[in-house]
């Protein structure tokens, strides 16, 4: 069966720390993959998209993925984060076929804390 | 530019009584469109989606339903609201990516 996971529930970081978070899946074909972020009560937010080509995705807000082929992972990231980047991070998935950018099969998502 | 507008933003609704829901988009044409649920522990769930008017995919069994009387015009709907509707849904348009509105809270009391 087609599953996205987000293996970390939560994650707490200090501002100015590194984050990484963490997205698998699985798929009969490379999927389209997506990061989105949702702030409290909002709706969601592109961060970055990967359809093909280069692995290493640069998106807004500083936010960067590398897509792993031979880990079925596409994990986001960013050097330094800021009080502004809590939030709630979702993974998703799309089928490659054409017109399907918008039929997305999310991970379970996870909540960042960022302390001072 | 594009947007998409939804409303209410928040609901507060008796078991059994009905529910609408309006998606609207503008700057586009012939969107596709999607209403999704975020429910408590459960994750976003796509319901419902369209590739044209009157044209409805429905993804999951459910108590709702959708229509798209216009290009730019996406409607959930119940005729009888159940506690299990509670929950944070989002309507959404694609085109290489999809964009999402900012969600009607809605809670069946």
């Known amino acids: 069966a087609q599953s996205v996971t987000q293996p970390d529930i939560h994650i707490t970081v200090s501002e100015g720390a590194s984050l990484e978070l963490r997205c698998n899946y699985s798929?009969?074909?490379?999927?389209?993959l997506f990061w989105y972020v949702q702030s409290p009560g909002q709706g969601l937010q592109l961060l970055l998209k990967y359809f093909s080509g280069d692995t290493l995705v640069q998106g807004i807000k500083g936010f960067e993925a590398e897509f792993k082929r031979s880990q079925s992972s596409f994990n986001l990231r960013k050097p330094s984060v800021h009080w502004s980047d809590a939030a709630e991070y979702f993974c998703?998935?799309?089928?490659?076929?054409?017109?399907?950018?918008?039929?997305?099969?999310f991970g379970a998502g996870t909540q960042v804390v960022v302390t001072p | 530019s594009q947007t998409i507008h939804q409303w209410p933003a928040t609901l507060v609704q008796p078991v059994g009584s009905p529910l609408s829901l309006e998606c609207t988009v503008e700057g586009t044409s012939n969107p596709n469109l999607y209403w999704y649920r975020q429910a408590a522990g459960r994750g976003l769930q796509l319901l419902f989606y369209s590739v044209g008017i009157g044209q409805i995919s429905s993804e999951v069994p459910q108590n709702l339903s959708a229509s798209r009387p216009q290009d730019r015009q996406f409607i959930l709907s119940s005729k009888k609201l159940l506690l299990s509707d509670s929950g944070f849904y989002l309507c959404?348009?694609?085109?290489?990516?999809?964009?999402f509105g900012q969600g009607t809270r809605l809670t069946v009391v």
């Open positions: 798929y009969g074909a490379t999927p389209y």
């Open positions: 959404a348009w694609s085109r290489t990516e999809a964009f």
């Open positions: 998703a998935v799309a089928d490659p076929v054409r017109d399907s950018w918008g039929k997305l099969q």
